[in-house]
């Protein structure tokens, strides 16, 4: 039940990565099913994919294996790979689920070669949809300084969105805030966080359905948004739905940071 444009968002955001590869060993960090970790697998890229959810590899291995993606269960913020191990890193939509996103951003750096590039994509703080599994959310400032720490090249830009589809999440956020108002007393936030969680998860294909009814497909079965309603921008405003972030040359020593004012190659 996941809206057309949140699919095409997450679709577009691997694009953009994959437009930027060349050969050499990649690590997807929070694969998942899988979906689009196959698209970055080439002969001269061999992959691996690695998810905490092993459910989730399961129906990944279903695809992934035939394609020669290797897959791994393991933590983000504590990776069983040795240091220098890939030569390019995905983080798609996973930095945001720690809520302390530090150790997975060294982690990043970490099993990255010295001449490596790491793509971190994750929402942009002001544009976001209120989601509990979204623990630590980041403006461009703050995850320049994030990837700073651990990284001596870093840019940060937006993944823009067609005058459509911001419309489509803007309205989205309008209803959802609608529905939100109902809770009065803001018991979501004074619930246990585990509560709050199951809630979340139970009532979120039903709000789907409720909202969504109409906007599931351009009336022909077809969906109504794809990646191709994405573009990588270099400005980032309140509205840009998330942030693209290109980190090159992990940190061994105590060299200093560099933020780059345009994309790194």
């Known amino acids: 039940m996941t809206p057309d444009s949140l699919l095409a968002l997450h679709e577009a955001g691997y694009a953009a990565v994959m437009a930027r590869l060349g050969p050499g060993r990649l690590l997807d960090v929070g694969c998942g099913e899988g979906s689009q970790t196959a698209g970055l697998a080439a002969s001269e890229r061999p992959v691996v994919g690695v998810d905490y959810a092993v459910d989730a590899l399961v129906q990944a291995s279903g695809h992934l294996s035939s394609r020669g ?30 809520a302390e996103p530090g150790g997975h951003v060294a ?120 990646p191709e309603d994405f573009f990588v921008a270099d400005h980032v405003d309140d509205t840009t739905p998330v942030l693209f972030a290109v980190a090159r040359r992990p940190r061994r020593g105590t060299s200093t940071p560099t933020h780059c004012g345009h994309e790194a190659g």
């Not at 269960?73 to 040795?82: I, K, N, S, T, Y």
Request: with cysteine.
């Open 107 to 226: 982690e990043l750096a970490r099993v990255l070669r010295p001449g490596g590039t790491c793509f971190v994509v994750t929402p942009n703080a002001t544009a976001d949809f209120e989601n509990p599994f979204h623990r630590h959310l980041f403006g461009p400032e703050d995850l320049g300084d994030a990837l700073g720490s651990h990284f001596t090249d870093v840019w940060v830009g937006g993944l823009e969105g067609s005058d459509e589809v911001k419309a489509d999440f803007a309205g989205r956020r309008a209803k959802a805030a609608r529905l939100l108002r109902l809770d009065v007393l803001d018991l979501r936030h004074r619930v246990p966080r585990s509560w709050y969680v199951g809630a979340y998860t139970t009532l979120l294909p039903l709000a789907y359905r409720l909202l969504d009814r109409h906007d599931r497909n351009d009336g022909n079965g077809g969906r109504r948004f794809g």
């Open 69 to 98: 993606v290797h897959l791994v269960a393991g933590d983000g913020a504590v990776l069983a790979f040795a240091t220098g191990s890939f030569d390019w890193v995905c983080s798609s939509h996973v930095v945001e689920h720690f």
